[in-house]
């Protein structure tokens, strides 16, 4: 069955004390990895996917990278405004547009 | 520019009461979709569709309908709300291809009492 697992569940973080969040996904094949934003009473907002492993991209104070089995968000220097809460998404090679979203990782920096 | 909109915010129902909340994109995506954001659990699809004129099923479609009206609009709908159905929803829309990002709403809060 394909699952997505991301941890921890959540993280406090100093202002400037880098830090990683992990998402390890168990799928037949993989088509993409997805990692999303998403504040409070809002939409999870699109940043980076991965397609292969290796891959390695990056945002500002975020860079994601890829593995076989697991994505790290590297998360460097944060500020308070990186508080939010980080969700990743694994697509199938055999899905019809589904992806499989794990549970989250919630974020808090602190000043 | 809007992306996806999603109407009503909030909503409370009783049990047994119908209601569809709507969602527009401005993006000229083909493709949208519907999910539900419950806590502790990721969000699930309930149904898609990959062009206009197509839905298919998603993970959790049980006491849901759809229908994609044009290009620009997907809704949903609950024929008879049950309290298990509260949640919040999200609506999202994709360029062709599957493995394109999807883009989402600002989501429904519903509650059914």
């Known amino acids: 069955e394909d699952q997505v697992t991301q941890s921890p569940e959540a993280l406090r973080l100093q202002e400037g004390e880098s830090s990683s969040l992990n998402c390890s996904y168990t799928?037949?094949?993989?088509?993409?990895l997805f990692w999303y934003r998403q504040d409070p009473g809002k939409g999870p907002e699109f940043l980076f996917t991965l397609y292969s492993a290796g891959e390695e991209k990056e945002k500002e104070r975020l860079k994601a990278t890829l593995t076989k089995k697991e994505s790290f968000l590297h998360i460097t220097a944060p500020k308070p405004e990186d508080s939010a809460t980080y969700l990743c998404?694994?697509?199938?090679?055999?899905?019809?547009?589904?992806?499989?979203f794990g549970s989250g990782t919630r974020l808090l920096v602190r000043p | 520019n809007a992306g996806v909109t999603q109407t009503p915010k909030f909503q409370v129902l009783k049990t047994g009461q119908s209601m569809t909340l709507q969602c527009a994109q401005d993006m000229n995506h083909n493709s949208m979709y519907w999910y539900r954001q419950d806590p502790g659990m990721g969000l699930r699809l309930i149904y898609y569709s990959a062009s206009e004129g197509t839905t298919d099923k998603g993970e959790v479609p049980n006491g849901y309908n759809v229908s994609r009206l044009n290009k620009r609009e997907f809704s949903l709908r609950l024929e008879s709300a049950a309290p298990s159905q509260t949640s919040v929803y999200f609506c999202?829309?994709?360029?062709?291809?599957?493995?394109?990002?999807?883009?989402f709403g600002d989501g429904t809060r519903l509650s059914i009492l």
């Open positions: 999202a829309s994709s360029e062709t291809g599957r493995e394109r990002p999807q883009h």
């Open positions: 998404a694994v697509q199938a090679l055999d899905s019809s547009y589904k992806l499989i």
């Open positions: 799928v037949s094949g993989l088509r993409g």
